[in-house]
């Protein structure tokens, strides 16, 4: 059963363009809306299995599309949510992953270019995972990197807890590195001894926990 | 008591001085004939120049004695003379080999041309006057010590006058009072020179915007140059070879095709920092609290943000704002070497302050930091004032106040009709005047100077003999000042609401 998705963007050729690629990649478009107001109606009404949404949308071309994201999600917790923009701020990113329920992607629409990747981190979404833009990834240990635990790691774990923190799982991270799954594992096993987390064999609950962690280290 | 005791004390102290000021405004009387008699103009300057002083000194009085602060009125001093450039002096149809002329020339333009010049002449020469007023109570007293000694005089009188030196000295605040008035009438600047000042003020202010505004688009033109066209120009050229390619080596083409991917990626990534530098987008969707706070998230320092504000200010200077503040951040980070910035947005009335507090080592001046001197540029064009207390060894805070920022919402609050108590005086003054001027006081003195008999109603002829005449200069004295308080409130009144109009928020 192919996956519903709902897409708002205002760009008539982008959003047109987001609604081929996934069509072609076996999804069910339910909606393409162009509007905030538009888009919280289709979140709340149609519950679609995930959404693709731009930041800016009109009418007042602001935060729109995130406000309509993070309402829809308050009233139906838990609802998949990937959100586009052209830029990536560490703030927004804290403000989707607050309530902790996992299912929010947050990338740049640069990411778009690589479909295989983008349709990848939709389905993530969809399942429950999450898929954090790694320029945000980086800005956050950028900004973390006074923080003493991080400090502490080798650079391979660090490799490993970038992409851990993107939201990708032990297999796709065997594969980005050329490891093999057990060693990512153990990566995965001194990384969380280090920060002083408690291992999780599931991986989107370990994503959060990480993603919580580096926040909480923002202060 | 004590304070009273000071009040007075003070009272007499002014009244002396301005005592003295008889033998100035002699000097000024002589000089001004001799200049503008005879023509010695040379005289001028230095008459300007001992008024000045005199009048420096009376503001200071009046504002640490009597508290009320009044600002030094004089027009912004001329430029020099700048030779032209066959090495002469020009002024009018002169030339000079030296700047000496020309720069004299100048400068008794700007004293003849000022009107605090004269102003500050009228008061030095009525002061004397207020001074008379000031020193009352022991006037009187004397007075009252000489008709003591003279037996012929009806009883009583001596009595009296003692009673109004008395109560002339328990009214010696209300003395003080009026001369702070007196003074911030005459010595502070006239709405002309007010102006003048500030479009001074405004011309450099401009210059400095334009100036920083096109250094701007400079960077942007060369950003845009060096940047996404070049890699435009770069992908189009790629994209070119593909579609010769195509036919007969699609491996190579795909090859190309991901290059010319990379290279729009990178173009990208570069319009978005530039993007950044000019509005940044948090800025945009969310406002200045919400921006600074995405700020301080991507700085590696430990930042404290704390806003409080009802209102979005205007968005220039919103994002005048944001700058500052990022700047500020940076400096923190690369020269002050702090660890934790504590950032505070907050309004105070229809300014929006923010103040930047970080624990580095200090030692900032903003007349050495070409990075501050960046923020006050931006500052000025806003009316914003940066303010940075930096001792070495830290810590350092920013302080910048933007004056009209949040003016939108209020709407200009100072506009407003004469209060009603202030009417009311105006009323009384216009209604009354004539009462004491002219039957209590220029008709007993007709009747007092032709000797009638004839008493009627006018009060002092009843009085015994000494207190006749202090009663008939008092009685025409206050009919002249009811006359003139009647005018000179609902002047200021306009003065203000004239000068409240281009400053609004300097004023009201």
């Not at chain 2, 500020?328 to 009335?349: C, K, P």
């Amino acid at each position: 059963m192919s996956l519903r998705v709902v897409i708002a963007e205002d760009l008539y050729l982008l959003r047109d363009g987001l609604v081929h690629l996934l069509q072609a990649h076996d999804f069910d478009v339910v909606a393409a809306v162009e509007s905030g107001p538009e888009l919280l109606g289709a979140l709340t009404g149609l519950r679609p299995d995930v959404a693709v949404v731009d930041v800016r949308l009109p009418p007042t071309f602001t935060d729109e599309g995130l406000q309509a994201a993070l309402a829809a999600r308050r009233a139906v917790p838990g609802l998949p949510v990937l959100v586009l923009s052209q830029h990536v701020e560490q703030l927004y990113a804290r403000e989707l992953l607050a309530d902790g329920s996992g299912a929010i992607g947050y990338l740049l629409k640069d990411r778009v270019f690589n479909a295989e990747q983008f349709v990848d981190a939709v389905r993530r979404v969809a399942a429950g995972g999450t898929a954090m833009d790694p320029e945000v990834i980086a800005k956050l240990l950028a900004s973390t990197a006074r923080h003493q635990p991080l400090g502490a790691l080798t650079p391979r774990e660090r490799e490993v807890l970038e992409l851990m923190a993107e939201g990708r799982s032990n297999a796709a991270i065997s594969q980005r590195l050329f490891l093999s799954e057990s060693a990512v594992g153990k990566h995965t096993a001194s990384i969380f001894a280090k920060l002083d987390l408690v291992p999780s064999d599931d991986d989107n609950r370990r994503v959060l926990a990480v993603l919580t962690y580096l926040n909480a280290a923002r202060g | 008591m004590k304070t009273h005791a000071v009040t007075v004390g003070r009272a007499f102290v002014l009244g002396a001085t301005a005592l003295f000021d008889v033998v100035l405004a002699v000097v000024a009387l002589v000089t001004s004939l001799l200049t503008f008699g005879l023509g010695m103009i040379f005289l001028f300057p230095p008459l300007v120049r001992l008024f000045r002083f005199r009048t420096k000194v009376a503001r200071r009085l009046t504002g640490t004695w009597l508290g009320t602060v009044v600002p030094v009125p004089y027009l912004p001093p001329p430029p020099s003379a700048r030779p032209q450039p066959d090495g002469w002096y020009r002024h009018e149809r002169q030339l000079y080999k030296t700047p000496r002329w020309p720069n004299w020339h100048i400068r008794l333009k700007w004293m003849v041309g000022d009107p605090a010049t004269w102003r500050d002449g009228l008061w030095v020469l009525l002061n004397p006057l207020a001074g008379i007023l000031l020193l009352l109570p022991l006037l009187l007293a004397g007075y009252a010590l000489l008709t003591l000694r003279s037996a012929d005089l009806p009883a009583g009188t001596s009595p009296l006058l003692a009673l109004a030196a008395a109560l002339t000295l328990l009214a010696t605040p209300v003395f003080l009072r009026g001369y702070a008035w007196w003074n911030h009438l005459l010595l502070s600047p006239t709405a002309k020179s007010v102006l003048a000042a500030r479009v001074q003020r405004l011309d450099e202010a401009r210059l400095a915007t334009v100036d920083s505004q096109a250094s701007e688009l400079r960077r942007i033109e060369r950003d845009l140059h060096d940047g996404a066209q070049a890699r435009l120009v770069a992908i189009g050229m790629t994209l070119g070879a593909v579609e010769e390619l195509m036919d007969k080596n699609p491996a190579a083409a795909k090859a190309l095709l991901g290059k010319a991917r990379e290279a729009s990626s990178t173009a990208l990534v570069e319009l978005r920092d530039l993007v950044k530098g000019i509005h940044p987008p948090v800025l945009a969707e969310r406002g200045l609290g919400d921006a600074v706070r995405a700020l301080a998230l991507d700085s590696p320092l430990k930042v404290t943000v704390t806003v409080d504000l009802e209102t979005r200010p205007d968005l220039p200077v919103e994002s005048a704002a944001y700058f500052s503040i990022s700047e500020l951040l940076t400096n923190a980070a690369r020269h002050g070497g702090a660890e934790r910035v504590w950032i505070d947005i907050s309004s105070s009335d229809r300014a929006l302050r923010v103040v930047v507090t970080d624990d580095g080592s200090g030692g900032a001046d903003p007349s050495l930091g070409s990075g501050l001197r960046g923020i006050e540029r931006r500052l000025a064009a806003f009316d914003g004032v940066l303010v940075v207390n930096s001792p070495k060894g830290g810590p350092t805070t920013a302080t910048f106040d933007l004056p009209n920022a949040l003016l939108g919402e209020n709407g200009p609050g100072c506009k407003s009709s004469l209060p009603r108590g202030k009417a009311a005086i105006v009323g009384i003054c216009w209604g009354l005047g004539w009462l004491p001027l002219f039957p209590q006081g220029m008709v007993t003195m007709i009747m007092k100077l032709i000797g009638s008999e004839h008493r009627s109603w006018f009060l002092a002829l009843y009085l015994p003999e000494p207190l006749q005449w202090p009663l008939i200069v008092f009685n025409i004295l206050l009919g002249l000042s009811m006359y003139a308080a009647g005018t000179i409130i609902p002047t200021m009144h306009a003065r203000q609401q004239r000068l409240a109009e281009v400053l609004p928020a300097r004023l009201c």
